[in-house]
């Protein structure tokens, strides 16, 4: 049996939405283990003294594993 928790976590860039979703996942992936699926929930940008912030909230799911199951790091949903 397989059991998944999903946080919702923000990141942001001065780059793009999709730095700002990448830096959410190498963050997250210090600290939760068995990341899974990271979701893009919203989108915004927002303007700080005249220059734009892309801001990305993102859904990650991580696997809780037990302790007779085998670790399966990677992507995708097994």
């Keep these: 049996m397989s059991v998944y928790k999903f946080v919702e976590l923000v990141g942001a860039s001065p780059k793009s939405w999709e730095d700002a979703a990448l830096n959410v996942v190498e963050v997250a992936g210090k600290s939760l283990e068995n990341l899974r699926i990271a979701e893009v929930v919203r989108q915004d940008l927002?303007?700080?003294?005249?220059?734009?912030?892309?801001?990305?909230?993102?859904?990650?799911?991580?696997?809780?594993?037990?302790?007779?199951?085998e670790v399966n790091v990677g992507w995708g949903v097994s």
């Design 46 to 69: 927002v303007i700080a003294e005249g220059t734009p912030i892309f801001r990305v909230r993102l859904n990650v799911s991580f696997k809780y594993i037990h302790e007779d199951e």
